[in-house]
């Protein structure tokens, strides 16, 4: 990572962890899970029975790659292929070789937070598809709009998958899907994946491991402030607890203070008193229906234009235009 972006990144997460932690309740924001480990944890959470949601989509864009490339390429013979949380781009690699295969002219630009995660996906796809044109993207989704936003003259396919909206409510997700609409034009795709409601205890439990993986993934964001900003949180003494409100839609991630508690942060010049059963919300995880994704596409100026699903109907692909 640049040195500027380096100081950029670390500022914005001292100013959002004081803000945070300094809040009534208590917040922390699932954007900083991500670091080497964060990544390391989360490619193991998409492993565990669990979590359902990797699989469906990976069922969905196996099942329909033939559709979906031949949608993606239209009667262009050149896009870009802009993939935004890139990970590790296993369900893209379908898509990839697929794409590849079939002699389609593209160039894959995966945008990752983590620039770990970007390092890794470029060695994987020299290795895997060596003939494929890759210019990674260090950034959130946000700094690298403008990125996105520039490319004017080449036809633009931008991948969301993971049901990374998700982790947006509602207001932060219209702003965000405007944002993608106005770096779009008329002929660009937007493909993005929901994870759809369904029988709460199924979320329950991919949220909820017995395993300890989401608690770990979870307290990672309370490690990450010991190693990045000289704090002392004790893992042991906080539960990660999962909450799912069927009627809303929303999963929700807590760690709840086991007990009476000071946390001292050195490079924040900060000292927190946590009260017991005092909680920090670090995560939401929506889940949506036809309708909620209507509205949101709506609110944001886009229109579905074909969609796929997985047989039990968990997990849902969209394909939006302007
Ligand atoms: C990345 N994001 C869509 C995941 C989710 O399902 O909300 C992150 C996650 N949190 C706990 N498990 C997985």
Not at 9 to 27: D, H, R, W
Not at 289 to 317: C, H, M, P, R, T
């Given at each position: 990572?640049?040195?500027?972006?380096?100081?950029?990144?670390?500022?914005?997460?001292?100013?959002?962890?004081?803000?945070?932690?300094?809040?009534?309740?208590?917040?922390?924001?699932s954007?900083?899970f991500?670091?080497?480990?964060g990544?390391?944890i989360f490619?193991d959470i998409m492993?565990m029975?669990e979590y359902?949601?990797?699989?469906?989509?990976?069922?969905?864009?196996?099942?329909?790659?033939?559709?979906?490339?031949?949608?993606?390429?239209?009667?262009?013979?050149?896009?870009?292929?802009?993939?935004?949380?890139?990970?590790?781009?296993?369900?893209?690699?379908?898509?990839?070789?697929?794409?590849?295969?079939?002699?389609?002219?593209?160039?894959?630009?995966?945008?990752?937070?983590?620039?770990?995660?970007?390092?890794?996906?470029?060695?994987?796809?020299?290795?895997?598809?060596?003939?494929?044109?890759?210019?990674?993207?260090?950034?959130?989704?946000?700094?690298?709009?403008?990125?996105?936003?520039?490319?004017?003259?080449?036809?633009?396919?931008?991948?969301?998958?993971?049901?990374?909206?998700?982790?947006?409510?509602?207001?932060?997700?219209?702003?965000?899907?405007?944002?993608?609409?106005?770096?779009?034009?008329?002929?660009?795709?937007?493909?993005?994946?929901?994870?759809?409601?369904?029988?709460?205890?199924?979320?329950l439990d991919a949220y909820n491991d017995e395993t300890g993986i989401t608690e770990a993934f979870n307290k990672n964001?309370?490690?990450?402030?010991?190693?990045?900003?000289?704090?002392?949180?004790?893992?042991?003494?906080?539960?990660h607890w999962e909450?799912?409100?069927?009627?809303?839609?929303?999963a929700?991630s807590?760690l709840?203070?086991?007990?009476?508690?000071?946390?001292?942060?050195?490079?924040?010049?900060?000292?927190?008193?946590?009260?017991?059963?005092?909680?920090?919300?670090t995560e939401?995880s929506?889940?949506?229906?036809?309708?909620?994704?209507?509205?949101?596409?709506?609110?944001?100026?886009?229109?579905?234009?074909?969609?796929?699903?997985?047989?039990?109907?968990?997990?849902?692909?969209?394909?939006?235009?302007?």
């Open positions: 990572m640049q040195e500027k972006t380096r100081t950029i990144t670390i500022s914005k997460f001292k100013e959002e962890v004081y803000a945070g932690l300094t809040a009534n309740p208590k917040y922390l924001s954007k900083y991500y670091d080497t480990k990544d390391k490619q492993a029975p359902y949601l990797t699989d469906c989509e990976y069922d969905i864009i196996e099942k329909n790659k033939k559709k979906i490339a031949a949608l993606f390429a239209g009667d262009s013979n050149n896009f870009n292929l802009i993939e935004l949380g890139a990970g590790d781009g296993k369900k893209t690699k379908i898509l990839l070789k697929h794409m590849v295969k079939s002699k389609l002219d593209f160039k894959y630009l995966p945008i990752d937070i983590s620039q770990n995660a970007l390092n890794q996906l470029e060695k994987a796809l020299q290795i895997e598809i060596p003939s494929l044109k890759t210019e990674p993207l260090q950034g959130t989704y946000l700094e690298t709009l403008d990125t996105i936003n520039s490319i004017r003259d080449t036809k633009k396919v931008i991948l969301f998958l993971g049901s990374n909206v998700g982790n947006l409510l509602h207001p932060q997700a219209v702003l965000f899907l405007q944002n993608i609409q106005k770096a779009m034009k008329k002929d660009d795709i937007f493909f993005v994946g929901f994870d759809q409601k369904k029988n709460p205890q199924t979320i964001i309370l490690m990450r402030i010991n190693a990045e900003l000289k704090g002392n949180f004790v893992a042991d003494n906080f539960l909450v799912y409100d069927p009627e809303t839609g929303t929700k807590y709840v203070s086991k007990k009476a508690q000071t946390v001292t942060i050195k490079d924040l010049d900060l000292t927190i008193f946590l009260k017991p059963w005092e909680t920090i919300h939401i929506q889940k949506y229906d036809d309708e909620v994704v209507s509205w949101l596409a709506k609110e944001s100026g886009l229109k579905i234009i074909e969609q796929f699903s997985d047989e039990k109907k968990y997990y849902k692909n969209y394909a939006l235009k302007k």
